[in-house]
């Protein structure tokens, strides 16, 4: 049997837990594995590219489990009622190649985005940051608040979004939250006053949400939405005035921000700040953009941290989704109804 945590069992599990505790925890365990870069096998994802959007798979393995998680993106969807993000991932035990985990990942990725947002921002804002503005208020965008409150104590926000809808929703949401927000007529207005810029809107074109002339000293920006060939954020000249900061630099320079600029653009990847091997935040006036385009290492932290968090509880299914026959060499012998048994084996990891 394969431990199987859906949807229902996650929104319980996350009740349980506390978002913010949830979030704290699973920051722990991102920057734990950041600690450990060089102990990850490292693939840019293996993408599929479609006139709407984008379905992508994204391995990695530490030696000793292997994670992947399926995620799609397709900003057109929700004109029709989808989302644009969904994904589901599985952790396996490298020794057997048996998985042991499958996972519900929509929650998860933008979770886990989150998280990842807040432990560099940890590393690249202003320590007397106080003030973040989100322009795109959909569904990235409360997980985004909620890790900076967590990890970082940011309780002042500035937002805004092109539809209304999603700027109530947002609203409605964050109420019970603690946040103090002040919603803006414009990405520029957004702006003003705010020490952390957070850019997580969804379109599949180089757009420019933040232009050159938005951008004061010492912001730190958290660059989210542009996460896939043809799809950036920021206006060019913003590169160029700042440190720029990735997770693999090779996966960043298809994918994110740094796709605008010529190949050996230079960047620093967030490990090593994290690690202590390269400088952060040099000084106030420094602008810092943390390029986020989402790495396999951060849905195998979030695929442990699950795993760790369901074992002796109820907080997990667990389905067939692997054949059990008694000998282990006769699966012919399992398609007999009579022999469809279930069998204990011993849990994979
Ligand atoms: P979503 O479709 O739910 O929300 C996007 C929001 O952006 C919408 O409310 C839309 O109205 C708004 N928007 C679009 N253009 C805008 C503009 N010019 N100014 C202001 N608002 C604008 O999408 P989502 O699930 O929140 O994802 C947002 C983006 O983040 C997507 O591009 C997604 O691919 C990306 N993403 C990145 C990571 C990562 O690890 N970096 C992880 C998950 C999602």
Redesign the pocket.
Known sequence: MVRYVGVGNMVRLIAAVGFEPYLIGLAGYVEEDFRRWNAFEKVPRVASHSRDGVIELMPTSDGEFYGFKYVN?H?R??RTGL???TAFGVLSDVETGYPCLLSEMTIT??LR?AA?SAVAAKYLAREDAEVMAI???????EFQALAFKAVNGIRRLRV????PT?TGKFKANLAPHGFEIEVTAS?GAAVLGADIITT????KQR?T?LSDNMVGAGVHINA?????PG?TELQRAILLRADVFVELTEQTRIEGEIQQMAPDFPVTELWRVIVGEATGRRSPDQITIFD???FAT?DFSALRYLRDLVEGTDYYEEIDLLTEPKDPRNLFGLLNLAALQPRKVPQAC
């Open positions: 993106g900003p969807n929700t989302q644009t993000v990725t933008a985005t990842t322009i795109g208020l959909g569904s990235q965008s805004f979004d092109i539809d999603a990405a997580v809107t969804a379109d757009a949400v989210v939405g542009g996460d896939c799809k986020s385009v989402g951060e």
